[in-house]
Nanobody, 117 residues
């Protein structure tokens, strides 16, 4: 069974930093396309960043470029989202997504990030 577990969320002040982690169990994360999404109340789910499989490229939404960085540690079967210079607008539930086709598509349950003074 494949399971994605997000961690690292919490409460942070504007300008602060957090690092989120998405760890896969029962699946080799580097074999798939990994994305971080976020969803805030009243807003559509937004693609924040992505990283392709082994040796893959990264993308970042315009709203987070220069502040967020996606990376992967294949030895730990984990993908990270380093978030710096956080703003109140970054407050959302952050979700990890893996496109592991032909095996399957998987979602984590999400981790809450709250940016507030």
């Amino acid at each position: 069974q494949v399971q994605l577990v997000e961690s690292g969320g919490g409460l942070v002040k504007p300008g602060g930093s957090l690092t989120l982690a998405c760890t896969a169990y029962g699946f080799t994360l580097s074999a798939g396309l990994v994305k971080w999404y976020r969803q805030a109340p009243g807003k559509e789910r937004e693609l924040v960043a992505s990283v392709t499989s082994i040796g893959g490229t990264t993308t970042h939404a315009d709203s987070v470029k220069g502040r967020f960085t996606i990376s992967r540690d294949n030895a730990k079967n984990t993908v990270y989202l380093q978030m710096d210079s956080l703003k109140a607008e970054d407050t959302a539930v952050y979700l990890c997504y893996v496109d592991g086709r032909p095996w399957g598509i998987y979602w984590g349950k999400g981790t809450q990030v709250t940016v507030s003074p």
